[in-house]
């Protein structure tokens, strides 16, 4: 495939401008702004004229009168009677896309909008990933060859006149401007393939290894493929690599078992894109925190988890963050989301700018016991305890086990490479020993009579990709469950992981 030629002169220009008006901005007034020209727009939708946006004037009286809502409370209160067709019910005119989010915890399928100005937006922050590279990389050549999405299938299902729904990076796939579309792999023959591993064969097999400067994706599939291509084309399987651009999942269990996959000089980035949209971007490379999107069409707020359920919930934003405090990610949007818990949770390392770390889902808190265990600090303990164990931890999930007025916790792992007789005993003390010196409230149920000692099954390499492959939710931008805090649920996908043979789609 031929590059017509080396486009990264003219994004350089725009990418100078670019950093200097982001070093520059002020976060409360840009996100204030932001926020009072969505209301502006959106007053006249059902959800406006329900919420009187015509008479709010602050960030203040935004926060009186729109109260908090999940997915669940908005599909009742506003989609339910109107999918697929959304026309005025929370943005100007027909919603033309539906990005179909399923839920890794609960298993439901969300019908999250889409509006164009989403799209656009969503390009923009897009185009900050690379404004920010070449801001750190100024001999960067971008697009003196081509970008490499590896997402689902791009196929769109059209549901309604004007509304298509699919895979969110389906959307982005359509929507690529002509232009540059010739700096864009892969073809559509390819990105249209609904087999991910037909499609992986595909890929590794057609690329065109030697024009590859940009790689994005999720870090476990993004392994998945590299080792496909150095098996078929050797190392460095992409010679011309330039910047690897990942998000999804946490990085920190991926980053060393990538980079001998990675040639020398390639800088990596790590973006925090949501079907609500694109929160937030490494702005520092390899540094901690992400950089918060401040103009990219989303007004952001941040409960404390622990008030989420309040009545009252303190509800943060950029001129009150601070740094240190689990907060609730809550999106207000030119999608015509307003108050919606997106159900991640973050925490702040910067203020101006404000700089994030990702630490988990809401619902990724496990305390059938009392425990209270959040996402980060069962991920940390996973990874110090691989660590001790001598092994790389590839995919895992955890949840609760009852017996009578006792339990346990059960991790099912999945190790990069077949494990040693005796691991899995060596993995859970270390694990249990993580938890105790990382969270009190484990500590004390541990001592007390309420819970015993973890149990670890380990899975073979490819466990759970057979039973992802099961579920239809192989690649793309399907992740595997960390943390299931209902137990007939996990006990449900447990039994089906530790299945022999196929995995069976559980219940």
């Known amino acids: 495939m031929s590059i017509p030629f080396d486009a990264t002169p003219c994004l350089r220009a725009h990418a100078a401008r670019r950093v200097a008006r ?14 009072l020209s969505l209301l502006r727009r959106a007053c006249g939708t059902r959800f406006g004229r329900d919420h009187g946006f015509d008479g709010i004037r602050s960030v203040a009286d935004f926060q009186r009168a729109v109260p908090l809502r999940r997915y669940e409370d ?11 067709v959304l026309d005025g019910v929370l943005w100007p005119g027909r919603t033309p896309y539906l990005a179909l989010s399923s839920g890794t915890t609960s298993g439901r399928t969300k019908h999250i909008p889409v509006t164009r100005e989403m799209v656009r937006a969503n390009r923009g922050a897009a185009l900050d990933v690379l404004a920010w590279h070449l801001a ?15 997402g689902g299938s791009t ?6 006149p004007g509304v ?7 959307i982005a796939a359509h929507e690529v401007p002509a232009i540059l579309r010739r700096w864009s792999w892969p073809p559509e023959s390819i990105a249209l393939m609904a087999d991910w591993d037909a499609k992986l064969d595909a890929l590794a097999r057609e690329a065109p290894v030697a024009e590859i400067r940009a790689l994005s994706g999720t870090p476990s599939w993004l392994l998945v493929l590299l080792e496909r291509l150095a098996a078929r084309r050797g190392m460095p399987p992409l010679p ?7 998000g999804g999942v946490a990085w920190a269990p991926y980053r060393d078992r990538l980079a001998p996959y990675l040639p020398a000089g390639c800088a990596t980035r790590e973006v925090y894109p949501a079907s609500e949209g694109f929160i937030a971007i490494a702005d520092r490379g390899e540094r901690e925190g992400m950089r918060l999107n401040l103009d990219r069409g989303c007004f952001f707020e941040f409960v404390p988890v622990a008030e989420l359920d309040a009545l009252s ?4 934003w950029a001129a009150t963050i601070e740094t240190g405090v689990e907060y609730a990610v809550v999106v207000s949007s030119c999608a015509g989301l307003f108050g919606y818990v997106i159900g991640d949770t973050v925490r702040f390392v910067d203020r101006d700018p404000p700089r994030l770390l990702v630490t988990g889902r809401t619902s990724w808190t496990l305390s059938a016991f009392g425990e209270h265990l ?9 990874l110090h305890a691989a660590s001790q164990a001598g092994i790389a931890v590839a995919e895992y999930v955890v949840g609760p086990e009852f017996a009578g007025s006792r339990g346990r916790h059960r991790w099912c792992v999945e190790a990069a490479a077949t494990a040693s007789e005796g691991t899995s005993a060596v993995l859970a003390a270390a694990l249990d020993d993580a938890l105790r010196a990382e969270n009190d409230d484990y500590a004390a149920h541990r001592d007390g009579a309420q819970l015993d000692a973890p149990e670890v099954v380990l899975l073979p390499p490819g466990a759970f990709a057979a039973w992802m492959r099961a579920q239809g939710k192989l690649g793309g931008q399907h992740k595997v469950p960390r943390v299931i805090a209902d137990p007939d649920r996990f006990a449900a996908i447990a039994a089906a992981l530790s299945a022999p043979g196929p995995a069976p789609r559980p219940n």
């Not at 750190?136 to 590896?150: E, I, V």
């Not at 298509?164 to 389906?170: A, P, T, V």
């Open 240 to 246: 011309a690599l330039e910047l690897l651009i990942h």
């Open 136 to 150: 750190a990389n100024p001999r960067a050549r971008p697009f003196g060859g081509l970008s490499f999405m590896l």
């Open 313 to 316: 919930p303190t509800r943060h």
């Open 22 to 35: 982001l070093r520059a901005m002020d976060p409360a007034a840009e996100q204030e702004r932001l926020l």
């Open 155 to 160: 196929a769109l299902e059209q549901v309604a």
């Open 374 to 382: 959040a996402g980060e600090e069962i991920e940390a303990a996973l």
């Open 164 to 170: 298509r729904q699919g895979d969110l990076s389906g």
């Open 74 to 84: 908005l599909h009742d209160d506003y989609l339910a009677a109107a999918l697929p």
